[in-house]
């Protein structure tokens, strides 16, 4: 669900990995010189196979992102920066006609990232993600969807961080506020543990210099949604796919790397709903009670491929 599954809980998620990563190797950094390489260019690509009534079908997905420092001004081991980008995502769904009002999907998002650091142990990470998202066949404003976080990051030790705070965001079907809690830690020389809780954990061993191999888990509160053009009434789709992967790793060059995985979508489901359709302040009253068009659950395998660049 990397792209188009609950984008703006995964863009916390890389926002706060990156930061995390580039303040844990600057505390030992006295020159007020140095610039942590906090921009970066992520394109991948996932495909989740599967069969019902013995007729083939799948979901893809392609997406391509990059985050621009701004401001980027490092002294006394604080990090101070603005981080501005855009993120594109396509979803095809593949063997399943226009049960779902359609067979091709998109995403474009710009996420305005700031962070304040008010010592080497505190610091305030905040961001802004107005999306479009729809089928792309008559652009309006009644596309765009809007979210945002915040979160205090603390540095317990060298080895340890975290952070806490909430996220906001207005879907089509309704709206999402939730607490959030990360965590990045260097549990020893080679094995690392990071993640943004409900959304997502990662732990990582470093085989060598170059290669990494690990283990993910994916989820989500609710899933990512598309509105579909007016011919087709306005509806909206919503798609969620939650995952566990092993992935590995492999720096190519200096800071670029490839990856591959692949795991299991322990859920998956889309659900076509009318545009009335909606439930307020999710997860704390049920998703659940409003009645899809259409819908299809499977489970199944996925495989995916990536390439970054942080400079």
Known sequence: ???????????????????????????????TVFKPKIGSFDAGYSYSPFTVNHKNMSIQQSNASINIPLINNFKDGKLDFLLAGVSYSSLTLSGMGKTFGGTEFYSVSVPITFQKSFSQKYALLISAIPTLSSDLKDVSGDDMLYSGFAMLKIRTSKNFSYAVGAGYSRQFFGTILLPVIGIEWQISERLSLSGTLPVSEKLKYQLSDKSIIGFSSDFGIGGGSYRLSKKTGSNYLQVQQYKNTLF?????????????????????????????????????????????????????????????YHF
């Not at 049920?286 to 499977?298: C, G, S």
């Open 1 to 31: 669900m990397k792209a188009t599954s609950l984008i703006y809980l995964v863009i916390l998620l890389i926002s706060f990995n990156f930061t995390a990563n580039a303040q844990q190797n600057q505390a030992a950094n006295t020159d």
């Open 248 to 308: 590995y790793n492999y720096q190519l060059a200096k800071n670029f790397s490839v990856q591959i995985s692949g795991g299991y979508n322990f859920v998956q489901k889309l659900d076509l709903y009318n545009k009335d359709q909606k439930v307020n302040w999710a997860p704390f009253n049920d998703l659940n009670k409003r009645v899809p068009l259409a819908e299809l659950k499977k489970t199944g395998l996925t495989v995916e491929s990536g390439i970054s």
